[in-house]
């Protein structure tokens, strides 16, 4: 009989965890090898036709706080759901999936039971880092996206033995543009201008929170055009700092030079036309998304090292790794690179042969299905709290 194991998303909006998560859950249900089962706590997102599309009943468990009765109750409303389908695994993927799959899976008495951390530091309050590490005292296992990140784990205490590292995967079809789709219509397709000589250079990151420091990279920009006038800069994403970069690009001259095109459903057209890709960040990174999207469009990355990137990005083969908030470095490296198309290139070919090899979807889900066959097989460590914690979580919650 196969074994039931259950991934829990926090909700399928278009974040990085989201996307690994229901991307998990396809390849495990379309291995065959499990009953795979998914649920959520919110119910809403752009990701959701795409998990719709597996044909899973998803429950939904929603909160509103960890501190209510409400809380209390979707504990044990989880903790039924899992024994009534004999769920023999829960993976969550977030700080907030942390927290309440571990606690209902071991209210549940659930076998094995993984809890995730997607992120280095800098995103959690002090009072949160307190509540997630004892989630991840109820796991048995804790999955890091990054070397970086269980590196970090080991710092805040949690035993290197619970600790794997699962990297993202991606599907490489998400950024393969059409056949025969020419430049233009691939411009028009992402809103660029067509025309002229412009050669562009892109970052894919959200801008809801100044980590990822696209201040940087129009600094970065601004000493790129001293070189390349024809340069152009397009920063894909939206949140509440668009206006203040907007603002920001204009004070440095670059207002008719950089393009804000907010959150792009057509990445494959926007990286096909990208001569080099950049990830700025200057913290919180686990293992960046937008790194491995650049590196399967055969495109060559300027990458600060934060989390994992180091780690994606093979120095001088696939891009280069400069330091955060360094404007200079990162100007330096995107001129290197533009200077030489030819080896731009080739360091494009070689970055979409490195994901292919370590970072595919069939890599990630081989590291997943082995993981699950150690753990189910018996071969876990301890959790270090019995589930008896997980039912005080409840009581204090109902407090």
């Known amino acids: 009989m196969k074994p039931n194991v259950l991934q829990l998303v926090g909700s399928f909006n278009q974040g990085g965890s989201e996307r690994q998560a229901v991307q998990v859950t396809r390849l495990l249900a379309e291995s065959g090898r499990y009953n795979v089962h998914l649920a959520c706590l919110d119910p809403a997102g752009p990701l959701r036709a795409e ?31 899992l024994r009534e389908r004999r769920v023999e695994l829960v993976q969550s993927y977030d700080f907030y999936t942390n927290v309440f799959g571990m606690a209902g899976a071991a209210l549940a008495r659930v076998p094995v039971r993984i809890a995730a951390r997607r992120e280095t530091d800098g995103m959690r309050t002090p009072a949160q880092k307190l509540v997630e590490r004892q989630s991840f005292r109820l796991a048995h296992v804790v999955a890091a996206n990054s070397d970086a990140v269980g590196r970090e784990l080991v710092r805040d205490g949690v035993p290197a033995r619970k600790i794997v590292t ?8 998400r950024v393969r543009p059409l056949p025969r789709l020419g430049r233009e219509e691939a411009l028009a397709a992402v809103g660029l201008p067509g025309g002229g000589r412009r050669r562009f250079v892109t970052v894919v990151a959200n801008m809801r929170h100044p980590v990822k420091d696209q201040a940087t990279f129009l600094r970065a920009a601004r ?19 668009v206006e203040t970069y907007r603002a920001l690009a204009a004070e440095l001259g670059l207002g008719g030079h950089t393009f804000f095109t907010g959150r792009c459903a057509r990445v494959a057209e926007l990286l096909a036309v990208s001569e080099v890709c950049v990830l700025s960040s200057r913290g919180v990174e686990g293992f960046s998304n937008s790194i491995i999207e650049y590196m399967a469009a055969a495109r060559p990355v300027v990458a600060t090292d934060v989390g994992g990137a180091a780690e994606a990005v093979a120095e001088g083969e696939t891009g280069f790794v400069v330091p955060p908030g360094d404007e200079g470095a990162l100007a330096a490296r995107v001129v290197e690179l533009l200077e030489d198309p030819a080896r731009a290139r080739e360091m494009g070919e070689r970055g979409l042969r490195r994901v292919k090899e370590k970072f595919s979807c069939e890599a990630q889900l081989a590291r997943v299905e082995a993981l699950y066959e150690r753990l189910l097989g018996g071969a876990r460590p301890a959790p270090a709290a019995p589930a008896a914690a997980a039912q005080g979580v409840a009581q204090n919650a109902e407090k």
Do not use: C, K, W
């Open 223 to 241: 000493r790129v055009r001293r070189r390349f006038p024809e340069a152009a800069f397009v920063l894909a994403g939206e949140g509440a700092l």
């Open 166 to 173: 699962v990297y993202n995967g991606m599907d490489t079809r």
């Open 51 to 81: 998990a719709d599309a597996l044909g899973l009943e998803i429950p939904s468990f929603p909160l509103t706080s960890f501190h209510d009765r409400n809380m209390a109750a979707q504990l044990r409303r989880f903790a039924r759901y």
